[in-house]
């Protein structure tokens, strides 16, 4: 990891924080068509950043955590441009929201509880669902009509994701940062509880 590539990819998540305010101020000042292109830039960035973390292994505490709250930051603006230019859509899918608004509420505040922060785990099953999300959030914006088969697959990814977070949240006693998932993790717990019973047995 060189410095250079630390502050590119830090960089591009801090653009995605500073420009979810802008997001929603664009919003609420009725600029729907910067708005769109922004947000569709928001999202571009966080494959782009992932991408580059990965690439040149550049991952940090600070960055994990400031890649949470941007991902965060831009749902949260995003929804907002929902509620302003979608309201009849919002009305229709009330409930699927609403279910996933309380599995996200509960999510953070067990992590809250359990780490005193965000968890961030940056599980696979999250990366799918932010996937998902991005790419109906975006054509939701850019065409006349929304694509509900894309949307309820999102809305499934999405609570698979938020469930699998709050299972980790219980199962892992201190923060750890790109969880793969509950799998990886019993896995691991598997191997170390058989390491024990092996080292306890040779004794």
Request: overall charge positive; cysteine-free.
């Amino acid at each position: 990891m060189t410095k250079s590539s630390y502050y590119i990819v830090n960089g591009i998540t801090v653009y995605r924080i500073v420009a979810a305010p802008v997001l929603i101020i664009l919003i609420l000042k009725d600029q729907a068509e910067v708005f769109k292109w922004m947000l569709m830039v928001s999202f571009f960035t966080d494959l782009i950043d992932g991408f580059l973390a990965r690439k040149f292994n550049v991952i940090s505490v600070l960055g994990t955590k400031l890649d949470s709250i941007a991902d965060d930051l831009t749902i949260v603006a995003a929804i907002v441009g929902l509620f302003v230019l979608k309201a009849d859509f919002i009305k229709e899918e009330i409930v699927i929201i609403g279910v996933m608004f309380v599995f996200y509420l509960t999510q953070t505040i067990l992590a809250f509880v359990r780490y005193g922060k965000l968890s961030g785990f940056h599980t696979y099953s999250a990366k799918v669902a932010a996937i998902f999300q991005g790419t109906f959030l975006i054509l939701m914006f850019l065409l006349p009509d929304p694509l509900y088969p894309l949307f309820y697959a999102a809305a499934i990814l999405t609570t698979i994701d938020l469930l699998e977070e709050i299972t980790l949240i219980i199962l892992l006693p201190k923060w750890k940062a790109d969880v793969k998932g509950v799998y990886w993790v019993m896995k691991e717990k598997s191997k170390r509880r058989n390491k024990k019973i092996t080292s306890t047995i040779s004794k």
